[in-house]
Every structure is written in structure tokens, then in C-alpha cells.
């Protein structure tokens, strides 16, 4: 098979997007050797993420040769690309497919992770919202077949955009394997004098803005021990100030740590000394953190409203996302129990199996190979 994918967020993305589409890429590649791939990028940048597909032989980087025009290329000129390659499916990784891709009769697969710009409109600006849509409708007319990441994001497109139930598979995702691998005690001991860890924590990975309902946390903090400390790893917003406002005026400023520069190859120890891993957004299309504090030995506890329990499983903890006092009252459990996070934590390697790189590699192709017999 000669697969193409829209690579851009593979290459210039560092996080959300960008993990997803160069986990796929390179799953497939490892797992699936026999296929062809081809990823197509406006650009490349020098990084860590160029080096990571140099080392495949079946993958092969193209790009336009000229910045001037590399928006049209994504959106509408990397057909003719497709069509010189002898592309027989193409994935656009990111909710989007170029224009002309299928009157070019080369197969396309659509990855949607979320709809939140339709669930939470207030979250996003009035231009943003009607492009979003506009090409997301237009990807999901083009789109041979559909991958929704989550079956809470199927539901979303059937229900908002009436996309045929048939049309669409649920692939799940995986997190990098640097969170399964086992840190020694002297790394671990570096990284918690770096950055000042209290022996005991509650952790929450996101960027800092109103949807991630950090909010939430520090009013759940109020009805704990005084001892008790939350480390807050993410990329602020204006929805920080917000937030520290609350901090102080509730005096919990002690108690309280924000990290906005933890390194890719630090953050899997961030979660493996954790005491507790809450995840609270109003709404994702995933959640790979909780994902990552799965497979980190981090009990879980996350909101319900969205997919976060089909990424959590059935022995992480849920609650409402409004309802501090039920927040409080869980992490206390586990705070003081240790046989409850013990079993939590065992349950939880188990559970994080279904998000086994190899097997969703074999989900894919399945889906692709799908794709080619679809008339």
C-alpha cells in the first residue's frame, strides 16, 4: 500500500495534534513496514521530529520547494503531488482534505479528533468557528472513510454534522512509549530538585485555559489537607490571571505550583511521582493525559460530560465537572488509602494495554484496506 499523509502538524506541531499525527505516521511505519509512506509538509523544520522519521526507510518527506505558495499546496495543490506519487489513500491527519482530492480518485481517509467548536462555541472566536466548520464539512463529504478518535467524537459527527454511521471507525490513540519506560531513582531524584516537588502531589497536565477547568481543582483543594499540593504542568492563557486571582484570594498560593517549561523527555517523571493525576476538562475528543498517567502508575480521576471515560477506563475515578466537593471528597480517598491507589494503579496498566501501539497500527491498516474496497 502507498499511503500519503498531511504531515504538518507532524512536523511543526509540539504538542495535541502534532503528538497524534507523528504517533500514527510512526506506528504505522514501524509496525506495518510493508506499506509506503509519503508525508506531505509545507515545510520542515529543523527539530527532534525530523530525526524521528529519518530513521524509518519506508518513509519519504515531500514539500512544495517554495514557501511563497504553501498554504495553496496543503489546501489544494499537493493533489497533483498525490497523483505523481502514485498515492492510492491519502490521511489527512488533522481534520482537514485538500480540494480536488476526490475527483483525483485517490482515496481519502479523515481523522476528527473533537467537535468543541460546535459543543462549546463561547470557547472560540465567531471567524474561527465558521472555518472550522466550513472545512470540516467539506472534509467529511470528501473523505472515503472517517476516523473518529474516540466514540464520543462518532457520536458528535453523526449527531451535528449527519455524517452516515457507517462512514465512520473509531481508532483510539496511543501515547508515546517514553511514558511506559521505567526512570531510575537518581533521575527521579534530579528532576524533583529541579523543579521543587513536594514528596506528595496532586498533578494536572493542559494548557491553562477556561475548557481544561482547572478552576475546579483549586476549589476541590479548599476541602483537603492544608499539606496537600497541586502541580499545575501547561502552557498559560489569559485565563491565568483569572485563575490566580482565585489563588490568592483563597490563600492557597503555598500550596499551588505552576510549571509552564517541563521538557518532553521530564514530564513522564512528572506523573511517575505523582500521588494523584486529575484531569477535569469540560470537554476533549480524547484526553491523552489520562492516557499517559496510565501508563505513567498515576491513579486517574477525570470529569465525566465527554470521552474521558473511555480513555480512563472503568477503575479511574469520574465526577461532574461543576462538582467540587465530589472532587475533594475522591482525591481524599485515594490521598489516604493505599490499597485503594495501589489497585487503581494495577487496574490502570491493564486497562492502558488497549492502547497498545502494534494493535491500533493493525486497526489502522484495516481501516485503510476498508477504504480501497469502498466503491
Known sequence: MIIGFDAKRAFLNSTGLGNYSRWLIKSVAQYQPQNQISLYTPRVRQNRYKDEFNRFKNITTVTPGHLYLSSWWRSMGVVKNLKRDNIELYHGLSHELPFGLKESDIK?????????????????????????????????????????????????LIELFG????????????????????????????????YNLPKRYLLTV???EERKNLMLILKALEHTKDSMRLVVVGKPTDYMQQVKEYIEANHLSARVTFLHQVSFEELPVLYQLATVFVYTSRYEGFGIPVIEALNSGVPVIAATGSCLEEAGGPDSLYVNPDDEQDLARKINRIWNSPSVRQHMITRGFDYAKNFDHEKLAGQLIEVYKKTLNDA
Open 108 to 156: 481519502g481517509v479523515l481523522t476528527v479528533h473533537d467537535l468543541i467548536f460546535m459543543r462549546y462555541p463561547h470557547y472560540f472566536k465567531w471567524a474561527d468557528r465558521v472555518i472550522y466548520r466550513a472545512k470540516l464539512r467539506y472534509a467529511c463529504r470528501t473523505a472515503t472513510r472517517i476516523i473518529a478518535i474516540s466514540h464520543k467524537t462518532r457520536e458528535d
Open 206 to 208: 493542559g494548557t491553562i
Open 163 to 194: 455524517v452516515k454511521p457507517s462512514k465512520i471507525d473509531v481508532v483510539y490513540q496511543g501515547c508515546d512509549q517514553i511514558f511506559s519506560l521505567y526512570h531510575s531513582d537518581e533521575y527521579r531524584a534530579q528532576v524533583r530538585k529541579k
